[in-house]
T-cell receptor
Framework: DAGVTQSPTHLIKTRGQQVTLRCSPISGHKSVSWYQQVLGQGPQFIFQYYEKEERGRGNFPDRFSARQFPNYSSELNVNALLLGDSALYLC??????????FGSGTRLTVV | GIQVEQSPPDLILQEGANSTLRCNFSDSVNNLQWFHQNPWGQLINLFYIPSGTKQNGRLSATTVATERYSLLYISSSQTTDSGVYFCAVENSNSGYALNFGKGTSLLVTP
């Protein structure tokens, strides 16, 4: 069974640009969460979606948005990129309740 | 929000040694998970353990929810155990967020 897949794996963007990151959960998992991890720190919660509805939002600016599709895949969008948005973006899926399975992440570099 | 403290922050072991990692949290939880992040950034779920004890091979974990701590035991460590170990918790006040500690960085030497 395929795990959580994220695309792209690496991305380089210029300040002010917009980026879209994609995530496909494990089959049967309806909950998808997004986390940002900067170097040397633990992951920080951005969003959780469940059954296509936003169920939780972390302390991130409105430049960050997300959505979940009918097949439970998800996209994270970041507008007006800043240098400080450079990080590893992680997607996780889970059953409710249950352990989170994380994807390999998208490493975003903003120059 | 709920605070998560992990100790020790850094640990160096020789192959074959045993270790105990600790996670303290500031409030009651309904979700506690241990993860291992390898040098390539992949986060691997080790245990989903809001309470009780679980074992998986050389690893075991215990969560004492009433005393607000969890322990991760690694026995007969191997070089492949190197990486960062994170404890993450969630409760009814965290808005569906898993709150991660700062991690324990483990290096196992041959």
């Amino acid at each position: 069974d395929a795990g959580v897949t994220q695309s792209p794996t690496h991305l380089i963007k210029t300040r002010g640009q917009q980026v879209t990151l994609r995530c496909s959960p494990i089959s049967g998992h309806k909950s998808v969460s997004w986390y940002q991890q900067v170097l040397g720190q633990g992951p920080q919660f951005i969003f959780q979606y469940y059954e296509k509805e936003e169920r939780g939002r972390g302390n991130f600016p409105d430049r960050f948005s997300a959505r979940q599709f009918p097949n439970y895949s998800s996209e994270l969008n970041v507008n007006a990129l800043l240098l400080g948005d450079s990080a590893l973006y992680l997607c996780a899926s889970s059953l409710e309740p249950g352990p989170y399975t994380f994807g390999s992440g998208t490493r975003l570099t903003v120059v | 929000g709920i605070q998560v403290e992990q100790s020790p922050p850094d640990l160096i072991l020789q192959e074959g040694a045993n270790s105990t990692l600790r996670c303290n949290f500031s409030d009651s939880v309904n979700n506690l998970q241990w993860f291992h992040q390898n040098p390539w950034g992949q986060l691997i779920n080790l245990f989903y353990i809001p309470s009780g004890t679980k074992q998986n091979g050389r690893l075991s974990a215990t969560t004492v929810a009433t005393e607000r701590y969890s322990l991760l035991y690694i026995s007969s460590s191997q070089t492949t155990d190197s990486g960062v170990y994170f404890c993450a918790v969630e409760n009814s006040n965290s808005g569906y967020a898993l709150n991660f500690g700062k991690g324990t960085s483990l290096l196992v030497t041959p």
